[in-house]
């Protein structure tokens, strides 16, 4: 066995990174109801777009169980960043007089949080490879919960799920014009708690409307 | 501090009368604890006679009717727009609703618990007062404007009373008819039909010359023997009655005969003079006496339950079912009946998801409709000792196939195994955290591996062995083939028989239970986490008691008995010298279960955490009486079982 093998598959797994792994296995089976779901609806802000060189600097998010946000689960991370110099500046005007968190408790508040419950955003993918990268040094790879982006739900629900997306203009499906369509008012925007809980109000009602369209449990919904 | 969201909602309520009147601290907490539902145009949030929900609600966006049905028109009695607050019944004892509650538009609602609010209600007299002001004129909505008040009390004045409750008031009110029909084998159909319509009564009891019973026959034996069937009139009624009697004695105890007909779905019980069929007939019951005199009865709710196969309408039936565990425990009604109504309504509601499954999946198994399944509840489902919808833990057996459909039928059991579990969940069983249930494949399974499995703990008796054995060993049928599960006890009997040593395994997990008083004589409460300083009574108190039982029953090699009450029974009657130790043991059972679901239904959780000073000093001694028994059983286990002597 060589080192360079260690040096590949990324560092050691952290017990907390670990127990998460190895309680995500179970499979949410297809007829369960949409009521009986568990969604943790999540956001994150960054220093940029790119997932290389950006990092996260907060992350906010709430549940949904029963098509019921639960308030009560609405959490705040704002992160601890290890740069130092100009960067920092920066982070701190944004971060303003919120206590931060180190990296690793971040980590396993986080993980603990989510559990096996599905995972839901609007682009979602982005937050995702962000917190992935957030969480590398702690050997974890990625998110094996369910996940849900409230974009391709929204365009799945117009236009069904054989669309061509280069005909649409994603411009309408932004976090933006989706809450204008939906006369959700958009406080707070920009920061991730508030986004969180924009996008969450905007799943309930997505959630609505597919039920009415036959997505009634987990198999359809995951389509 | 608070973080985006709560202060979102937080601001929000900030803005209406009477979170206007609270303290940042307590709008905070409020806000923190706040849900938020959306509803569509159309949607119904509850209907008049439902029971009161845990919260109450105001309106975010969007606008909600109430209305209310008079002469068959869906009347609206109030609008409630932006900031109204409704339902606020919900905080004046949990009675139920007056008024339907519909979106009339597309609406965000938040739902406001009551427990957090009623800890406001007592230290801020403002907020109190606000709502004493409310409720004193008859408001059904709270607003900014306090004048609106004056619809809502005609609203509700018509309607002062509520029967919903009425369930069992007053066991004496309920008619024994004494004056029974009879008539002799030989009468012809004819003539006990025009009899029994001359009496207005619905059934007649065929009798010998003695007076003995020999049968019945009532109003829809009419329809279904003679009437469907075209039998001659003049045919003697011995020919058509149920001959086949169950009969009670006249002097039973209201209970008993009550919860004879609901096991076995009689619609008349016959009484006799000594409770056999060799003596003469003394009066007669029938459920419609019973319906007439109570509202939400268990007979009614178990009819309801039988008669639907709507999942939704079955979770409606089991929260009634919950209302009237209510009063029966305010009420101090018998334990034992209690737990066994519940345990019937329950195992119908089960039965009803078997239904519902099968005619789901059977039509892609066509070649697997012969083969026997029995659906097995476990733990305390399976000792039928659940009163609250606490969590499920279920098994399912099949009996073994030929090699060629083994595959076959793992995947048709697993799928009707999972669609009962998720009618459950749906009828608000929560799933097991564990995963002893039928939607995990490794417990849905053919009695040869059932058997394999038992032995295997028997023989091998790890912690994790003893874990299982402390669940499944108190299983119990209750849909399909209970022969499976007769074959599956049988050869637990024989296993723990020919491997004595397991019991004293057994015997030490019994002993090892936290003990519940601490030296002092205080109540030992948990150190850390969510449940601090409460007092677990379900694995201190319960699981002990739970355990002996089981332990003590299996040493004496009776497997059938399940129920906790009942084992503690039959040990009385075996050891003599211990009777009357086995007597309380059996009696603190009783009153531990009946704190638990009281604890439970008055703060809507599973009832297992009691706050030791939220306890009046009469319930404090009572519960401690409640341990005695717990450490004598131990001793003499710990005597027993040689457990000084017995390491693992």
Same mark, same amino acid.
Not at chain 2, 274 to 295: E, F
């Given at each position: 066995?060589?080192?360079?093998?260690?040096?590949?598959?990324?560092?050691?797994?952290?017990? &907390?990174?670990?127990?998460?792994?190895?309680?995500?296995?179970?499979?949410?089976?297809?007829?369960?109801?949409?009521?009986?779901?568990?969604?943790?609806?999540?956001?994150?802000?960054?220093?940029?777009?790119?997932?290389?060189?950006?990092h996260?600097?907060?992350? =906010?998010?709430?549940?949904?169980?029963?098509?019921?946000?639960?308030?009560? /689960?609405?959490?705040?991370?704002?992160?601890?960043?290890?740069?130092k110099?100009?960067?920092?500046?920066?982070?701190?005007?944004?971060? =303003?007089?919120?206590?931060?968190?180190?990296?690793?408790?971040?980590?396993q508040?986080?993980?603990?949080?989510?559990?096996?419950?599905?995972?839901?955003?609007? !682009?979602?993918?982005?937050?995702?490879?962000?917190?992935q990268?957030?969480?590398?040094? &702690?050997?974890?790879?990625?998110?094996?919960?369910?996940?849900?982006?409230?974009?391709?739900?929204?365009?799945?629900?117009d236009?069904?799920?054989?669309?061509?997306?280069?005909?649409?203009?994603?411009?309408?499906?932004?976090?933006?014009?989706?809450?204008?369509r &939906?006369?959700?008012?958009?406080?707070?925007?920009?920061?991730?708690?508030?986004?969180?809980?924009?996008?969450?109000?905007?799943?309930?009602?997505? #959630?609505?409307?597919?039920?009415?369209?036959?997505?009634?449990?987990?198999?359809?919904?995951?389509? | 501090m608070?973080?985006?969201?709560v202060?979102?909602?937080?601001?929000?309520?900030?803005?209406?009368?009477?979170?206007? @009147?609270?303290?940042?601290?307590?709008?905070?907490?409020?806000?923190?604890?706040v849900e938020?539902?959306?509803?569509?145009q159309?949607?119904?949030?509850? #209907?008049?006679?439902?029971?009161?929900?845990?919260?109450?609600?105001?309106?975010?966006?969007?606008?909600?009717?109430?209305?209310?049905?008079?002469?068959?028109?869906?009347?609206i009695?109030?609008?409630?727009?932006?900031?109204?607050?409704?339902?606020?019944?919900?905080?004046?004892?949990?009675?139920?609703?007056?008024?339907n509650?519909?979106?009339?538009?597309?609406?965000?609602? @938040?739902?406001?618990?009551?427990?957090?609010?009623?800890?406001?209600?007592?230290?801020?007299?403002?907020?109190a007062? @606000?709502?004493?002001?409310?409720?004193?004129?008859?408001?059904?909505?709270?607003?900014?404007?306090?004048?609106?008040?004056?619809?809502?009390?005609?609203?509700?004045?018509?309607?002062?009373?509520?029967?919903?409750?009425?369930?069992?008031?007053?066991?004496?009110?309920?008619?024994?008819?004494?004056?029974?029909?009879?008539?002799?084998?030989?009468?012809?159909i004819q003539?006990?039909?025009?009899?029994?319509?001359?009496?207005?009564? /619905?059934?007649?009891?065929?009798?010998?010359?003695?007076?003995?019973?020999?049968g019945?026959l009532?109003?829809?034996?009419?329809?279904?023997?003679?009437v469907?069937?075209?039998?001659?009139?003049?045919?003697?009624v011995?020919?058509?009655m149920?001959?086949? #009697?169950?009969?009670?004695?006249?002097?039973?105890?209201?209970?008993?005969?009550?919860l004879?007909?609901?096991?076995?779905?009689?619609? !008349?019980?016959?009484?006799?003079?000594d409770?056999?069929?060799?003596?003469?007939?003394?009066?007669?019951?029938?459920?419609?006496?019973?319906?007439? +005199?109570?509202?939400?009865?268990?007979?009614?709710?178990?009819?309801?339950?039988?008669?639907t196969?709507?999942?939704?309408?079955?979770?409606?039936?089991?929260?009634?079912?919950?209302?009237?565990?209510?009063?029966?425990?305010?009420?101090?009604?018998?334990?034992?009946?209690?737990?066994?109504?519940?345990?019937?309504?329950n195992?119908?509601?089960i039965?009803?998801?078997?239904?519902?499954?099968?005619?789901?999946?059977?039509?892609?198994?066509?070649?697997?409709?012969?083969?026997?399944?029995?659906?097995?509840?476990?733990?305390s489902?399976?000792?039928?000792?659940?009163?609250?919808?606490?969590?499920?833990?279920?098994?399912?057996? @099949?009996?073994?196939?030929?090699?060629?459909?083994?595959?076959?039928?793992?995947? *048709?059991?697993?799928?009707l195994?999972?669609?009962?579990?998720?009618?459950?969940?749906?009828?608000?069983?929560?799933?097991?955290?564990?995963?002893?249930?039928?939607?995990n494949?490794? $417990?849905v399974?053919?009695?040869?591996? $059932?058997?394999?499995?038992? +032995?295997? $703990?028997?023989?091998?008796?790890?912690?994790?062995?003893?874990?299982?054995?402390?669940?499944?060993?108190?299983?119990?049928?209750?849909?399909?083939h209970f022969?499976?599960?007769?074959?599956?006890?049988?050869?637990?009997y024989?296993?723990? !028989?020919?491997?004595?040593?397991?019991?004293?395994?057994?015997?030490?997990?019994?002993?090892?239970?936290?003990?519940?008083?601490?030296?002092?004589?205080?109540?030992?409460?948990?150190? /850390?986490?969510?449940?601090?300083?409460?007092?677990?009574?379900?694995?201190?108190?319960?699981?002990?008691?739970?355990?002996?039982?089981?332990?003590?029953?299996?040493?004496?090699?009776?497997?059938?008995?399940?129920?906790?009450?009942?084992?503690?029974?039959?040990?009385?009657?075996?050891e003599?010298?211990?009777?009357?130790?086995?007597?309380?043991a059996?009696?603190?059972y009783?009153?531990?279960?009946?704190?638990?679901?009281?604890?439970?239904? !008055?703060?809507?959780?599973?009832?297992?955490?009691?706050?030791?000073?939220?306890?009046?000093?009469?319930?404090?001694?009572?519960?401690?009486?409640?341990?005695?028994?717990?450490?004598?059983?131990?001793?003499?286990?710990?005597?027993?079982?040689?457990?000084? *002597?017995?390491?693992?």
């Amino acid at each position: 066995m060589s080192w360079g093998f260690f040096k590949r598959s990324g560092r050691k797994q952290r017990h &907390f990174v670990k127990e998460f792994l190895e309680s995500s296995k179970r499979q949410i089976p297809a007829m369960r109801k949409i009521d009986q779901l568990s969604f943790v609806v999540l956001d994150t802000e960054t220093t940029g777009l790119d997932p290389a060189n950006d990092h996260v600097l907060s992350c =906010g998010a709430v549940k949904i169980e029963s098509q019921t946000i639960r308030v009560s /689960s609405a959490k705040e991370w704002y992160l601890k960043s290890s740069k130092k110099g100009r960067e920092t500046v920066i982070v701190h005007e944004l971060l =303003g007089t919120n206590p931060t968190i180190e990296l690793e408790n971040f980590g396993q508040d986080f993980l603990q949080y989510l559990g096996q419950s599905i995972l839901v955003g609007h !682009h979602l993918g982005f937050d995702l490879a962000m917190l992935q990268k957030a969480l590398a040094p &702690f050997g974890f790879s990625t998110f094996p919960n369910p996940r849900i982006d409230t974009m391709s739900l929204a365009i799945r629900l117009d236009y069904g799920l054989l669309v061509d997306r280069s005909r649409i203009n994603l411009r309408d499906y932004s976090l933006d014009a989706l809450c204008e369509r &939906f006369k959700i008012k958009t406080d707070d925007r920009h920061t991730a708690g508030g986004d969180a809980f924009l996008t969450a109000k905007l799943f309930l009602k997505l #959630l609505k409307i597919a039920e009415k369209k036959g997505i009634e449990n987990w198999g359809l919904l995951q389509k | 501090m608070a973080n985006v969201i709560v202060n979102r909602v937080a601001e929000f309520l900030k803005g209406f009368p009477p979170f206007s @009147y609270l303290s940042k601290e307590d709008l905070e907490l409020i806000a923190s604890n706040v849900e938020i539902n959306y509803v569509e145009q159309g949607e119904q949030l509850f #209907l008049k006679g439902d029971p009161a929900q845990p919260h109450f609600f105001i309106v975010k966006e969007g606008a909600i009717a109430l209305t209310e049905n008079r002469g068959g028109k869906e009347e609206i009695a109030e609008f409630c727009d932006q900031g109204d607050v409704f339902g606020v019944l919900a905080l004046l004892g949990k009675r139920p609703y007056v008024l339907n509650a519909q979106a009339s538009e597309d609406s965000l609602i @938040y739902l406001i618990p009551v427990t957090v609010f009623e800890s406001i209600l007592e230290h801020n007299s403002r907020v109190a007062l @606000y709502f004493a002001a409310g409720f004193a004129s008859g408001q059904v909505v709270v607003r900014q404007d306090l004048s609106q008040g004056q619809i809502a009390r005609k609203a509700l004045g018509n309607h002062p009373r509520d029967h919903s409750l009425l369930i069992f008031s007053d066991p004496s009110i309920i008619k024994i008819s004494e004056n029974v029909l009879t008539g002799s084998e030989s009468l012809s159909i004819q003539e006990a039909a025009k009899q029994m319509s001359i009496q207005e009564v /619905s059934s007649i009891v065929i009798v010998n010359d003695q007076g003995f019973p020999k049968g019945i026959l009532t109003d829809k034996d009419l329809r279904n023997r003679v009437v469907a069937e075209g039998v001659s009139l003049n045919t003697p009624v011995g020919n058509l009655m149920s001959s086949k #009697l169950i009969v009670k004695k006249s002097d039973a105890s209201f209970s008993d005969l009550y919860l004879c007909m609901i096991r076995n779905r009689l619609h !008349h019980l016959i009484l006799t003079e000594d409770g056999t069929i060799h003596s003469p007939v003394k009066g007669i019951i029938s459920d419609h006496d019973i319906l007439l +005199s109570m509202g939400n009865s268990p007979a009614v709710l178990i009819h309801a339950l039988l008669n639907t196969q709507e999942v939704s309408e079955m979770k409606t039936i089991r929260d009634r079912a919950e209302q009237m565990l209510r009063y029966y425990l305010e009420n101090e009604v018998a334990m034992d009946f209690v737990a066994s109504v519940m345990t019937e309504i329950n195992d119908v509601m089960i039965s009803q998801a078997k239904i519902i499954a099968v005619k789901k999946h059977s039509k892609n198994y066509s070649d697997l409709q012969e083969i026997k399944f029995c659906f097995l509840s476990l733990g305390s489902e399976g000792r039928e000792e659940q009163l609250l919808r606490t969590d499920q833990d279920n098994a399912l057996i @099949y009996a073994d196939v030929p090699k060629k459909l083994e595959e076959k039928a793992k995947e *048709y059991f697993l799928k009707l195994g999972t669609e009962i579990v998720e009618i459950l969940i749906q009828c608000g069983i929560s799933p097991c955290p564990g995963d002893m249930m039928t939607s995990n494949p490794k $417990w849905v399974q053919p009695l040869s591996v $059932w058997k394999e499995y038992f +032995s295997e $703990w028997i023989l091998r008796p790890t912690e994790q062995a003893l874990l299982h054995a402390s669940i499944f060993f108190d299983f119990r049928p209750v849909a399909g083939h209970f022969s499976l599960s007769e074959q599956l006890a049988e050869h637990i009997y024989l296993e723990v !028989h020919k491997k004595q040593v397991f019991l004293n395994f057994l015997a030490k997990n019994a002993y090892l239970n936290p003990a519940p008083l601490g030296f002092f004589k205080g109540f030992i409460v948990e150190k /850390s986490g969510e449940h601090r300083d409460q007092f677990d009574i379900k694995s201190r108190a319960m699981m002990p008691l739970a355990d002996l039982a089981r332990l003590l029953t299996l040493s004496h090699g009776l497997v059938k008995i399940n129920n906790t009450f009942k084992r503690f029974e039959k040990l009385a009657e075996l050891e003599p010298l211990y009777s009357e130790l086995f007597i309380q043991a059996g009696k603190a059972y009783e009153i531990l279960m009946r704190m638990r679901a009281l604890e439970g239904l !008055h703060h809507g959780t599973n009832g297992r955490y009691i706050q030791p000073e939220n306890l009046g000093k009469l319930q404090k001694r009572l519960l401690r009486n409640t341990f005695s028994p717990i450490s004598e059983l131990q001793e003499i286990v710990k005597i027993r079982f040689q457990l000084d *002597y017995f390491t693992k």
